[in-house]
């Protein structure tokens, strides 16, 4: 059974409803992206961030592999093909007792996944500010 905060970004991942994604984050929620090597704190940022994956990640070929959950967090597998590029990753989820997101850290593979997404949502935030 998912925990309500990870059934709550599913439903944000269909739906692409921002609103949704500003409800679920707590205010000091913390992004660590795969390519920037400072952590993203608090949530205006952090939406910038996740909302700018769901445009470039979230396509046709979009989907979770496997899930791993614990008490106040969770790991979703996921992978995507952007431009033939095969993208694995993972999603590192913590939530607080509110059930509001504090960190979500994303890693992916292999390096030309990493590499294409670095310049995809660097154009992306770009447009988003």
Request: net charge neutral; glycine share 6%; no cysteine.
């Amino acid at each position: 059974m998912r925990p309500r905060p990870i059934e709550e970004w599913h439903e944000i991942v269909r739906s692409r409803d921002l609103k949704r994604l500003e409800n679920l984050l707590a205010e000091d929620a913390t992004f660590v992206s795969p390519v920037v090597h400072t952590p993203q704190v608090g949530r205006a940022i952090t939406m910038k961030y996740l909302a700018g994956a769901l445009v470039v990640l979230n396509n046709e070929h979009f989907h979770y592999l496997n899930e791993w959950h614990g008490e106040r967090s969770s790991v979703l597998e996921f992978a995507t093909k952007i431009d033939g590029v095969e993208i694995n990753g993972v999603d590192l989820v913590f939530w607080n007792e509110a059930g509001r997101i504090t960190l979500f850290k994303v890693m992916v593979r292999p390096l030309k996944a990493i590499n294409m997404l670095h310049q995809m949502m660097g154009a992306q935030l770009a447009g988003a500010r």
